[in-house]
């Protein structure tokens, strides 16, 4: 019951963002540009925690939501339209298959200019792999694009040297608007992991992707 509520009030409150970036008349189709907001997908959340941190026993659900609402805070203050698949630590949906049919409905029906999947990797077979990673559906040239600018500028400031991959992600293949998923690093990297829980290291962190939608788009 719960995940129908909340498909029902999102449908009605991204119906109402949609028009805001129609332009040209009732019926044109909305131009995709910054003003029509951004989509922050915090992966995972309830009884699908994501990956297990090794190291703390931090779960994904719970870092991901916190350095996706770090983004949401950071693009509202940049006048940026931010629309959150969730804002708890709830699931989206009773099932895996409602989880995912919400996500899809929620960002299909926001009119957004592009989506963004915040989650953390875990490599646990070789806990010195460390670096955030961003990935894209390979049938988008857009979203390869969009997917290059967020991958230099978190390399910029991580050092890192890993470079975007395409990937067949239900979130990514399903989204009708430039589409991303960052791996914001290992949490089976003791070093990564401490540095994601740092709220200096996350301001920079979701500054720079910030950075990154504003050169995409402008």
Same mark, same amino acid.
């Given at each position: 019951?719960?995940?129908?509520?909340?498909?029902?009030?999102?449908?009605?409150?991204?119906?109402?963002?949609?028009?805001?970036?129609?332009?040209?008349?009732?019926?044109?189709?909305?131009?995709?540009?910054?003003?029509?907001?951004?989509?922050?997908?915090?992966?995972?959340?309830?009884?699908?925690?994501?990956?297990?941190?090794?190291?703390?026993?931090?779960?994904? %659900?719970?870092?991901? !939501? #916190?350095? &996706?609402?770090?983004?949401?805070?950071?693009? =509202?203050?940049?006048? @940026?339209?931010?629309?959150?698949?969730?804002?708890?630590?709830?699931?989206?949906?009773?099932?895996?298959?409602?989880?995912?049919?919400?996500?899809?409905?929620?960002?299909?029906?926001?009119?957004?200019?592009?989506?963004?999947?915040?989650?953390?990797?875990?490599?646990?077979?070789?806990?010195?792999?460390?670096?955030?990673?961003?990935?894209?559906?390979?049938?988008?040239?857009?979203?390869?694009?969009?997917?290059?600018?967020?991958?230099?500028?978190?390399?910029?400031?991580?050092?890192?040297?890993?470079?975007?991959?395409?990937? %067949?992600?239900?979130? !990514? #293949?399903? &989204?009708?608007?430039?589409?991303?998923?960052? =791996?914001?690093?290992? @949490?089976?990297?003791?070093?990564?992991?401490?540095?994601?829980?740092?709220?200096?290291?996350?301001?920079?962190?979701?500054?720079?992707?910030?950075?990154?939608?504003?050169?995409?788009?402008?």
């Amino acid at each position: 019951m719960r995940f129908f509520v909340l498909l029902g009030v999102a449908v009605i409150i991204l119906a109402a963002a949609l028009a805001l970036c129609h332009i040209g008349g009732l019926g044109a189709k909305p131009q995709l540009n910054i003003s029509c907001g951004v989509v922050i997908d915090a992966g995972h959340g309830g009884a699908d925690p994501g990956a297990i941190s090794t190291i703390s026993g931090a779960h994904e %659900d719970d870092m991901n !939501l #916190r350095v &996706a609402e770090a983004l949401e805070t950071e693009l =509202e203050s940049r006048g @940026i339209l931010v629309f959150m698949t969730r804002s708890d630590g709830e699931a989206v949906g009773a099932t895996k298959q409602d989880d995912m049919a919400f996500r899809r409905e929620f960002t299909n029906s926001s009119g957004a200019a592009a989506f963004v999947s915040i989650h953390m990797n875990s490599f646990p077979d070789n806990p010195s792999v460390w670096g955030p990673q961003v990935f894209y559906d390979e049938n988008s040239a857009s979203s390869r694009a969009f997917a290059a600018i967020i991958q230099d500028k978190l390399n910029a400031i991580t050092g890192g040297a890993r470079q975007i991959s395409a990937d %067949d992600l239900y979130v !990514l #293949r399903e &989204a009708p608007m430039p589409a991303v998923l960052i =791996e914001c690093g290992f @949490i089976t990297n003791a070093d990564e992991e401490a540095l994601l829980h740092d709220e200096e290291y996350i301001q920079s962190f979701v500054c720079a992707v910030a950075d990154a939608l504003e050169a995409f788009f402008g």
